[in-house]
């Protein structure tokens, strides 16, 4: 029934941890890890009428995530994955995984010919403190709607200030059709620790 929601349209949103969502994940899933926050990033990248499918590592977790949702307005969850994401996979349902990067990583990267571009979802006042040079701002929001803007024809490195909001984001451009999506752990913070220098406002 709940894989009949999604074909029908419901989003099916992955609770676990972002290196567990990164190993592999239901395709198209979007990941919004399990705390006190999911409600208040769903509202940032839900559409109005959303249906959702929830996915977690067991019934607290989907409960939990269910009660943020129904406060923000989300009232139609079509259904949970029973068994979690074991039960997804040992029932043959498609998968796919998202590369994992870190700060030390991007740097080295930045400068060659094999370079991702690195998209920027935190904030205006974030971006406005401090970027990386040559990087994409596109506010977490305004995302899945200005997908069509980003290249493909190169790798995307999505990028937030702690690494919550750059899992999320990298699902959203998956889910978007981009195939080529690395989420880099750490986040900005760890960006300013590595390389102070290198951050320009």
Not at 30 to 52: E, H, M, Q, S
Not at 148 to 172: K, N, Q, W
Request: glycine share 10%; aromatic share 4%.
């Amino acid at each position: 029934a709940t894989a009949t929601a999604i074909r029908n349209g419901a989003i099916l949103i992955d609770l676990r941890t972002a290196t567990a969502f990164a190993a592999s994940h239901p395709i198209g899933a979007l990941n919004l890890a399990i705390g006190t926050k999911v409600g208040y990033w769903a509202g940032y990248v839900l559409p109005a009428d959303a249906r959702v499918v929830l996915l977690g590592v067991n019934h607290h977790e989907t409960t939990e995530a269910a009660r943020q949702l129904i406060r923000i307005g989300v009232s139609r969850i079509d259904g949970y994955i029973n068994g979690g994401f074991e039960a997804w996979r040992d029932a043959g349902l498609p998968t796919a995984s998202i590369a994992l990067s870190n700060v030390q990583e991007l740097s080295s990267a930045i400068g060659h010919d094999t370079a991702p571009l690195v998209v920027d979802v935190r904030t205006n006042k974030e971006w406005n403190a401090g970027h990386i040079e040559g990087a994409m701002h596109v506010p977490l929001g305004d995302l899945a709607r200005r997908a069509a803007e980003i290249p493909r024809d190169r790798p995307v490195a999505t990028m937030c200030e702690a690494g919550y909001r750059s899992s999320l984001a990298a699902s959203v451009l998956a889910r978007a059709g981009l195939d080529n999506v690395v989420n880099v752990t750490g986040g900005m913070s760890a960006w300013r620790a590595l390389t102070p220098a290198s951050v320009t406002k």
